[in-house]
C-alpha cells in the first residue's frame, strides 16, 4: 500500500475503533422491502420535498421558462437576471437593503467570515456555532486568538468576553476596530433558540460606538419561524440592528442555495472580496426557479399552515415523552435542560415552545437508533382490535462528538410537518419500547453477576477452609 493510502486508511480505522467513522446512508440497508419508513432525521421540516403543490409548480415554472439549464459560470462572468430577480424579491420580502445568493449556506458563511472582518476585528461565536463558520473563520485574516468562542446562549458570558477585550484592546474601545458575533436563530443540533433580542441589546450597550455587528445563522428556522417563515430575526423585529442574516433554502424550502441579507455596501464587497462567491459557477436557473416557487408558498401563506402542525406536533411530542421519561433513568435517557419541564425559574430561550429539533441524550445513540430501525409496533400494541400496523421502520440518527460536544452523544429527532400524530405515538412507543429493554438488560446482567460473585465467593470460602 502506498503511504498515502496507509494514513488515509489509518485515519478511518481510528474513526471506525472511537465508533464515529462517517458512512452514507443507503436506504436499501435501513429498511426491508415493504417497510415503509417514518423519517426523523431529514431537515425537510414543512415537508416540501414531497408536496405536490410544490411539485407541480416548479415543474410549471421550469416548463413556462426559456432558460432553465446551467447558469453558464460564475455571477461575476455571466449576467444572471433571474438571480437577480430573486435577490430584488428577497430583499423585500426580507425587509433588507441589499441580497447576495450563493450556492449553499455554507458557501455562504465561508464567505462572509473568511472575508468581512479586517485586521484588528475579533469574532466571537457561540460554542455551538455551525462548521462554516469555523472554516469562514479560519480563513480570514484574523489570528486564532481574535476568534474567541462563548459559553451557549450565555449573554453573561459574551459580555464577559466583550468587556475583557475593551479593557485591552484601544483599537476596540475607540471604534476602529470591529466585534462580530455569530449566532445561531435555531441551533441545529440542540434544537435552542438563541436569546437574539438580548444579545443584540448587550453588543449596541458595550459597544455605543457601533463597531459591534451581530450575524445571524437562520438555516434551521427559515420558512417555519417569524411571519411567513421569515425568521426569528423578523419575528423579533430586529432586522435593522443585525449586520447579517443568512437564510438557506435547501432545509425547510426543499430547494437549495442560500442568501445573506446585508447593505448594499456588505453586498459590493462580498461580490469583490468573497471567494466561495467569485470563484464559483452560480446556482443554475432550474434551482433559482425552484427557490422562487417555495417562496410563493411562504408568501401566499401556505406554509404557516404547515409550520402551525409541525409546532403542534412539537409540543406534543415533548410533552408526551415528558411523561414517559419520568420512569426512566436520565442516565440512560433524557431531554435536554431546555425541555425539561419548566422549573418555575425564567428561561433563557426566548420562545417557550420546543423547536422542531429534539435531542434524545443517551450514551447509547446507536443502540436507540438501530432498537428503533427494527421496531414492530404491533409488538408493544396493546389494544386486542384484528387491525395490525404496517411495517414500518422509524429512522433516526445517532450523533457523536465530534458534530456534538463530548459526553452529549444523542439521537435528533427532527420533526416534520409531514408527521401526525399517528407517526409520533409510534416513535415514543419505541423510544419507551428500547429504554425498558435497556433497564431490563440492566438488572439481568446485575443479576448474573451478583450471581456469579456470590459463587466465586463460596468458593473461595470453601477452598480457605480445605
Ligand atoms: C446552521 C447551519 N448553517 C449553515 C448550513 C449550511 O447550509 P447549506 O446546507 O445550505 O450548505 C447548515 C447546514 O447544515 C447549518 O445547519
Same mark, same amino acid.
Given at each position: 500500500m502506498?503511504?498515502?493510502?496507509?494514513?488515509?486508511?489509518?485515519a478511518l480505522?481510528?474513526r471506525?475503533?472511537?465508533?464515529?467513522?462517517?458512512?452514507?446512508?443507503?436506504f436499501?440497508?435501513i429498511?426491508?422491502s415493504?417497510?415503509s419508513?417514518?423519517?426523523?432525521?431529514s431537515?425537510?421540516?414543512l415537508?416540501?420535498?414531497?408536496?405536490?403543490?410544490?411539485r407541480?409548480?416548479v415543474l410549471?415554472?421550469?416548463?413556462?421558462?426559456?432558460?432553465i439549464?446551467?447558469?453558464?459560470?460564475?455571477?461575476?462572468?455571466?449576467p444572471?437576471?433571474?438571480?437577480a430577480?430573486?435577490e430584488a424579491?428577497?430583499c423585500?420580502f426580507?425587509?433588507?437593503?441589499?441580497?447576495i445568493?450563493?450556492?449553499?449556506g455554507?458557501?455562504?458563511?465561508?464567505?462572509?467570515?473568511?472575508?468581512?472582518p479586517?485586521?484588528g476585528?475579533v469574532?466571537?461565536?457561540?460554542?455551538?456555532?455551525h462548521?462554516?463558520?469555523?472554516?469562514?473563520?479560519r480563513?480570514?485574516?484574523?489570528?486564532?486568538d481574535?476568534?474567541?468562542?462563548?459559553?451557549h446562549?450565555?449573554?453573561?458570558?459574551?459580555?464577559?468576553?466583550?468587556?475583557r477585550l475593551l479593557?485591552?484592546?484601544?483599537?476596540?474601545k475607540t471604534?476602529?476596530?470591529?466585534?462580530?458575533?455569530?449566532?445561531?436563530?435555531l441551533?441545529?443540533?440542540?434544537?435552542?433558540?438563541a436569546p437574539?433580542?438580548?444579545?443584540?441589546?448587550?453588543?449596541?450597550e458595550m459597544?455605543?460606538?457601533g463597531?459591534?455587528?451581530?450575524?445571524?445563522?437562520?438555516?434551521?428556522?427559515?420558512?417555519?419561524?417569524?411571519p411567513?417563515?421569515?425568521?426569528?430575526?423578523?419575528?423579533?423585529?430586529?432586522e435593522?440592528r443585525?449586520f447579517?442574516r443568512?437564510?438557506?433554502?435547501?432545509?425547510?424550502?426543499a430547494a437549495?442555495?442560500?442568501?445573506?441579507l446585508?447593505?448594499?455596501?456588505?453586498?459590493?464587497?462580498?461580490?469583490?472580496?468573497a471567494?466561495?462567491?467569485?470563484?464559483?459557477?452560480?446556482?443554475?436557473?432550474a434551482?433559482?426557479i425552484?427557490?422562487?416557487?417555495?417562496?410563493d408558498?411562504?408568501?401566499?401563506?401556505?406554509?404557516? =399552515?404547515?409550520? @402551525? &402542525?409541525?409546532?403542534?406536533l412539537? +409540543?406534543?411530542f415533548?410533552?408526551?415523552?415528558r411523561?414517559?421519561?419520568? !420512569?426512566?433513568?436520565?442516565?440512560l435517557?433524557?431531554?435536554?435542560d431546555?425541555?425539561?419541564?419548566?422549573?418555575?425559574?425564567?428561561?433563557?430561550q426566548?420562545?417557550?415552545?420546543?423547536?422542531?429539533?429534539?435531542?434524545?441524550?443517551?450514551a447509547?445513540?446507536?443502540?436507540?437508533?438501530?432498537f428503533?430501525l427494527?421496531f414492530?409496533?404491533?409488538?408493544?400494541?396493546?389494544?386486542?382490535?384484528h387491525?395490525?400496523?404496517?411495517s414500518?421502520?422509524?429512522?433516526?440518527?445517532p450523533i457523536?462528538?465530534?458534530?456534538?460536544p463530548?459526553?452529549?452523544?444523542r439521537v435528533?429527532?427532527?420533526?416534520?410537518?409531514?408527521?401526525?400524530?399517528?407517526d409520533?405515538?409510534?416513535?415514543?412507543?419505541g423510544? =419507551?419500547?428500547? @429504554? &425498558?429493554r435497556?433497564?431490563?438488560? +440492566?438488572?439481568?446482567?446485575?443479576?448474573e453477576?451478583?450471581?456469579?460473585? !456470590?459463587?466465586?465467593g463460596?468458593?473461595?470460602?470453601?477452598?480457605?477452609?480445605?
Open positions: 502506498r503511504s498515502l493510502d496507509q494514513k488515509l486508511s489509518a480505522k481510528s471506525d475503533e472511537r465508533l464515529i467513522r462517517r458512512r452514507l446512508p443507503e436499501s440497508q429498511v426491508t415493504g417497510q419508513v417514518i423519517d426523523f432525521t431537515n425537510d421540516y415537508s416540501l420535498s414531497r408536496s405536490p403543490t410544490l407541480r409548480a410549471d415554472a421550469l416548463s413556462s421558462t426559456p432558460d439549464l446551467g447558469s453558464g459560470g460564475s455571477r461575476l462572468l455571466v444572471a437576471p433571474a438571480h430577480a430573486l424579491r428577497l423585500r426580507f425587509d433588507a437593503e441589499a441580497a445568493l450563493f450556492n449553499s455554507f458557501d455562504a458563511n465561508v464567505g462572509l467570515f473568511s472575508a468581512v479586517q485586521l476585528d469574532v466571537i461565536y457561540d460554542e455551538l456555532i462548521a462554516s463558520v469555523h472554516d469562514g473563520m480563513t480570514s485574516r484574523l489570528s486564532r481574535s476568534l474567541i468562542s462563548f459559553a446562549n450565555s449573554v453573561p458570558a459574551l459580555k464577559h468576553i466583550i468587556r479593557s485591552h484592546g484601544e483599537d476596540l471604534g476602529k476596530s470591529s466585534i462580530f458575533v455569530a449566532v445561531e436563530s441551533y441545529s443540533m440542540d434544537g435552542t433558540f437574539l433580542s438580548e444579545i443584540v441589546d448587550c453588543v449596541e459597544l455605543p460606538l463597531n459591534g455587528f451581530v450575524i445571524v445563522d437562520e438555516a434551521h428556522a427559515t420558512g417555519i419561524y417569524g411567513k417563515g421569515r425568521g426569528l430575526v423578523t419575528s423579533l423585529g430586529l435593522k443585525i447579517a443568512l437564510h438557506t433554502f435547501g432545509k425547510s424550502l437549495s442555495g442560500a442568501v445573506l446585508v447593505t448594499e455596501l456588505v453586498r459590493d464587497y462580498l461580490l469583490n472580496y471567494r466561495s462567491f467569485i470563484y464559483t459557477t452560480a446556482l443554475t436557473n434551482s433559482v425552484a427557490a422562487g416557487c417555495s417562496f408558498m411562504l408568501e401566499d401563506g401556505t406554509t404557516e =399552515v404547515l409550520a @402551525a &402542525h409541525l409546532m403542534e412539537c +409540543a406534543f415533548v410533552n408526551r415523552i411523561v414517559h421519561l419520568k !420512569s426512566i433513568p436520565p442516565t435517557l433524557r431531554l435536554p431546555h425541555l425539561q419541564e419548566s422549573t418555575g425559574t425564567p428561561s433563557s426566548p420562545f417557550q415552545f420546543p423547536s422542531q429539533i429534539i435531542p434524545l441524550l443517551t447509547e445513540p446507536r443502540s436507540l437508533s438501530t428503533l427494527a414492530s409496533p404491533s409488538e408493544y400494541s396493546n389494544t386486542n382490535s387491525h395490525t400496523p404496517p414500518v421502520a422509524i429512522y433516526t440518527k457523536f462528538p465530534p458534530t456534538v463530548r459526553e452529549t452523544s435528533r429527532i427532527c420533526l416534520q410537518a409531514g408527521h401526525t400524530r399517528e409520533v405515538e409510534i416513535l415514543i412507543q423510544i =419507551v419500547a428500547w @429504554a &425498558h435497556r433497564i431490563e438488560d +440492566a438488572r439481568r446482567d446485575r443479576k453477576w451478583n450471581q456469579m460473585a !456470590s459463587e466465586i463460596v468458593r473461595t470460602w470453601m477452598e480457605s477452609k480445605l
